[in-house]
C-alpha cells in the first residue's frame, strides 16, 4: 500500500513539503498562537515568525533576540549575565538541537516552506522548458562561503552589537529583515505587510529594499537553478555545524564506478560534486538537505544510502533507478509534460 501511495522518494518527499507548508504557514490558524508558543519556537527550518498563521517558529529570529535583547544587553551592563540572560538561550537553542539531533539536514529538504516554495517555482521552471542553470565543480565553491557569513554577520554579529548598544536597535533582527521567507510565507497567507518599505529610518528602508529585491532575485533565479536561496541560506550553515551528532546520515561506500557515472551530482539540487567523487564521511558535505535524490538517481544498488542510527532507510536501487527515470531526468526535467516546447539547454552558471 506504501509503494502504491508514494512510489518514488521524491513523491514522498514532496507531499511530506507541501504538509509542512500547509502547517508552517497556517497552523497558527487552526491552533491558536497561544498553543504554537508553547508547542515550540525553534524549528530549524525557515518557518517565518512574521507569518500571523505559522504552526511554528523559526530558531534564527529566536536566536537573534536572545542575542539583541538578552545577551547582548547583559554584557553591556556585566552585572545582569545571570539565568534571566542563558537559561531561556540554552531553551531555545537546546530545543532546537533536541529536534536536529534526530532528523538532521532533513529539515531543509523535507520541511523547510522556503525550500519548498523553491522547489515548486523550479519545478514550473521545468515544465515550462526553461533553461536549466548549473553551479560547476569549479565555482560552486564560490558561493558556498556566503552563507557562514550571512550566519557570521546578520543572525549572530549584529544583534549581539544591538543588544550592546554599539549599533542601532534597526539591526537587532537584521537577517530576519532580508530573509526571503518573511516575504513568501506572509504572502501565502495574504498579508502583504512585508512588502512594504519601512521609512522610519534609513537602515530599516534599506534593509525592506534589500530584503524585496533579494526575494524577487529568488523566485525568478529558481525558475532556473535548484534551491538558489538554500545556498546561502544561514540555518544551512548552522545546522552544519552540528550535522556529524546526528543518528540521520547519508552514507556513501566506494564504489569503482562513481568516477564514470556523475547521475548523483546531476541529481543533486545543491549541485554537490563531492557526492560523485567521494565515500565516507566525505561524501555527505555540509551543503546536503538529505532530499534523498542521490539516492534515487544512483544506478547500482546500495552504493547511496539515507541511514538513521545505523538502519537503512533509504537506499540506492538499480531497478529504482530505471522507473524513476522513465518520470523525469536527473535534473527534474519531466517526460513529456514541457509547455513550452523550445529545447531547454542545460549550461554552468557562476
Same mark, same amino acid.
Given at each position: 500500500?506504501?509503494?502504491?501511495?508514494?512510489?518514488?522518494?521524491?513523491?514522498?518527499?514532496?507531499?511530506?513539503?507541501?504538509?509542512?507548508?500547509?502547517?508552517? #504557514?497556517?497552523?497558527?490558524?487552526?491552533?491558536?498562537?497561544? +498553543?504554537?508558543?508553547?508547542?515550540?519556537?525553534?524549528? $530549524?527550518?525557515?518557518?517565518?515568525?512574521?507569518?500571523?498563521?505559522?504552526? !511554528?517558529?523559526?530558531?534564527?529570529?529566536?536566536?537573534?533576540?536572545?542575542?539583541?535583547?538578552?545577551?547582548?544587553?547583559?554584557?553591556?551592563?556585566?552585572?545582569?549575565?545571570?539565568?534571566?540572560?542563558?537559561?531561556? &538561550?540554552?531553551?531555545? +537553542?537546546?530545543?532546537?538541537?533536541?529536534?536536529?539531533?534526530?532528523?538532521?539536514?532533513?529539515?531543509? %529538504?523535507?520541511?523547510?516552506?522556503?525550500?519548498?516554495?523553491?522547489?515548486?517555482?523550479?519545478?514550473? /521552471?521545468?515544465?515550462? /522548458?526553461?533553461? =536549466?542553470?548549473?553551479?560547476?565543480? %569549479?565555482?560552486?565553491?564560490? +558561493?558556498? $562561503?556566503?552563507?557562514?557569513?550571512?550566519?557570521?554577520?546578520? #543572525?549572530?554579529?549584529? $544583534? @549581539?552589537?544591538?543588544?550592546?548598544?554599539?549599533?542601532?536597535? !534597526?539591526?537587532?533582527?537584521?537577517?530576519?529583515?532580508?530573509?526571503?521567507?518573511?516575504?513568501?510565507?506572509?504572502?501565502?497567507?495574504?498579508?502583504?505587510?512585508?512588502?512594504? =518599505?519601512?521609512?522610519?529610518?534609513?537602515?530599516?528602508?534599506?534593509? /525592506?529594499?534589500?530584503?524585496?529585491?533579494?526575494?524577487?532575485?529568488?523566485?525568478?533565479?529558481?525558475?532556473?537553478?535548484?534551491?538558489?536561496?538554500?545556498?546561502?541560506?544561514?540555518?544551512?550553515?548552522?545546522?552544519?555545524?552540528?550535522?556529524?551528532?546526528?543518528?540521520?546520515?547519508?552514507?556513501?561506500?566506494?564504489?569503482?564506478? *562513481?568516477?564514470?557515472?556523475?547521475? *548523483?551530482?546531476?541529481?543533486?539540487?545543491?549541485?554537490?560534486?563531492?557526492?560523485?567523487?567521494?565515500?565516507?564521511?566525505?561524501?555527505?558535505?555540509? !551543503?546536503?538537505?538529505?532530499?534523498?535524490?542521490?539516492?534515487?538517481?544512483?544506478?547500482?544498488?546500495?552504493?547511496?544510502?539515507?541511514?538513521?542510527?545505523?538502519?537503512? @532507510?533509504?537506499?540506492?536501487?538499480?531497478?529504482?533507478?530505471?522507473?524513476?527515470?522513465?518520470?523525469? &531526468?536527473?535534473? %527534474? =526535467?519531466?517526460?513529456?509534460?514541457?509547455?513550452?516546447?523550445?529545447?531547454?539547454?542545460?549550461?554552468?552558471?557562476?
Amino acid at each position: 500500500m506504501f509503494k502504491t501511495l508514494f512510489p518514488t522518494l521524491t513523491r514522498l518527499r514532496f507531499t511530506i513539503q507541501l504538509l509542512m507548508l500547509f502547517v508552517t #504557514v497556517y497552523g497558527g490558524a487552526l491552533l491558536g498562537s497561544y +498553543v504554537v508558543d508553547r508547542i515550540s519556537q525553534t524549528l $530549524p527550518s525557515l518557518a517565518c515568525a512574521f507569518d500571523k498563521q505559522t504552526g !511554528d517558529h523559526c530558531i534564527l529570529i529566536v536566536n537573534q533576540h536572545q542575542l539583541h535583547h538578552r545577551i547582548g544587553e547583559a554584557l553591556a551592563k556585566a552585572q545582569e549575565i545571570t539565568y534571566k540572560v542563558f537559561i531561556p &538561550t540554552l531553551v531555545s +537553542v537546546g530545543t532546537f538541537f533536541a529536534m536536529f539531533f534526530f532528523l538532521n539536514k532533513a529539515f531543509c %529538504g523535507w520541511v523547510c516552506p522556503m525550500g519548498t516554495v523553491q522547489e515548486i517555482v523550479y519545478r514550473i /521552471g521545468r515544465r515550462l /522548458g526553461r533553461p =536549466l542553470h548549473r553551479f560547476s565543480q %569549479g565555482n560552486v565553491g564560490r +558561493v558556498r $562561503p556566503i552563507k557562514w557569513l550571512m550566519l557570521l554577520v546578520l #543572525v549572530l554579529g549584529l $544583534p @549581539l552589537l544591538a543588544g550592546m548598544g554599539t549599533v542601532s536597535n !534597526d539591526f537587532g533582527d537584521s537577517y530576519c529583515q532580508v530573509c526571503p521567507s518573511r516575504i513568501a510565507t506572509t504572502l501565502l497567507t495574504a498579508d502583504t505587510e512585508q512588502i512594504a =518599505l519601512r521609512t522610519s529610518s534609513g537602515i530599516n528602508f534599506f534593509f /525592506g529594499a534589500l530584503g524585496n529585491a533579494l526575494f524577487g532575485f529568488v523566485i525568478i533565479a529558481a525558475l532556473a537553478v535548484r534551491q538558489p536561496f538554500c545556498r546561502i541560506c544561514p540555518l544551512l550553515s548552522w545546522n552544519a555545524l552540528f550535522q556529524r551528532l546526528s543518528p540521520m546520515q547519508l552514507v556513501k561506500r566506494q564504489n569503482d564506478k *562513481c568516477d564514470k557515472c556523475s547521475v *548523483c551530482e546531476k541529481a543533486c539540487p545543491m549541485d554537490i560534486h563531492e557526492i560523485g567523487r567521494e565515500h565516507g564521511r566525505k561524501a555527505f558535505h555540509e !551543503d546536503c538537505t538529505l532530499c534523498g535524490r542521490c539516492v534515487e538517481y544512483c544506478p547500482d544498488s546500495g552504493v547511496i544510502q539515507i541511514k538513521f542510527f545505523g538502519i537503512p @532507510l533509504f537506499k540506492s536501487s538499480r531497478e529504482s533507478y530505471k522507473q524513476r527515470v522513465k518520470l523525469e &531526468t536527473p535534473e %527534474g =526535467l519531466p517526460k513529456n509534460k514541457v509547455i513550452w516546447l523550445a529545447p531547454a539547454k542545460e549550461s554552468q552558471n557562476g
